[in-house]
Structure formats: structure tokens, C-alpha cells
Nanobody, 118 residues
Framework: QVQLQESGPGLVKPSQTLSLTCTVSGGSITANNYYWSWIRQPPGKGLEWMGTIRFSGSTYYSPALKSRTSISRDTSKNQFTLHLSSVTPEDTAVYYC??????????WGQGTRVTVSS
């Protein structure tokens, strides 16, 4: 059974960089054909895909967030990390990590709430 667990600060100040880590168990982030994504949901809004790191390590991002977003990974820990720079209160959301295969997400983390406030 694959499990994903987000971790990181619950409160970030405006202009800072938000870093969240997803720890994966039950499956390798380097296994072929799996893609590992970050998705968020602001209060009262729908889900927003932010970016993905492929099993190969290459990345791609939402055009709306590309200038502020990067995703890295630590294969020795089976983790991947989201970095979102220059945060504003509009970045307040529940952040999820998820695994995607063949066009759909089959496993999700429970989500972590992040508030951007001074």
C-alpha cells in the first residue's frame, strides 16, 4: 500500500519561501511511469495543480506558478519537496501531494494546511 505524507510549516510570513516535503512509503519515487505532484486547494476554491516531478527526475509546472515554484527530490529518503517563493496570503491553502499514473491520481496524502500571514 502506497502512502504519502506531507510535512512542513503551518504558518508562513508573506514574501517568504514555503517548503513542503512529501514522504512516500510503499513505493519508490523513481519507479517507472509514476509521476509525483503537488496540488493545493485554497479556502472555498477548487483544486489547483502546481507541478510534477517525474520518475526520471524531470519537472514541469503550472504556467500560473512556474516563476515561483520548484520541486526537488531526495531519492535516498524517498521524498520530494515543493518550494514556493514570494508567498502572499493568496497562497493560503491545503496542500496535497499525490501520485499520478496514466492520467489519474491514484494515491493522495492527507493534506497539510498552510496559512500565509504576518
Amino acid at each position: 500500500q502506497v502512502q504519502l505524507q506531507e510535512s512542513g510549516p503551518g504558518l508562513v510570513k508573506p514574501s517568504q519561501t514555503l517548503s513542503l516535503t512529501c514522504t512516500v512509503s510503499g513505493g519508490s519515487i523513481t519507479a517507472n511511469n509514476y509521476y509525483w505532484s503537488w496540488i493545493r486547494q485554497p479556502p472555498g476554491k477548487g483544486l489547483e495543480w502546481m507541478g510534477t516531478i517525474r520518475f526520471s527526475g524531470s519537472t514541469y509546472y503550472s504556467p500560473a506558478l512556474k516563476s515561483r515554484t520548484s520541486i526537488s527530490r531526495d531519492t535516498s529518503k524517498n521524498q520530494f519537496t515543493l518550494h514556493l517563493s514570494s508567498v502572499t496570503p493568496e497562497d493560503t491553502a491545503v496542500y496535497y501531494c499525490a501520485r499520478r499514473i496514466v492520467g489519474y491520481y491514484d494515491y493522495w496524502g492527507q493534506g497539510t494546511r498552510v496559512t500565509v500571514s504576518s
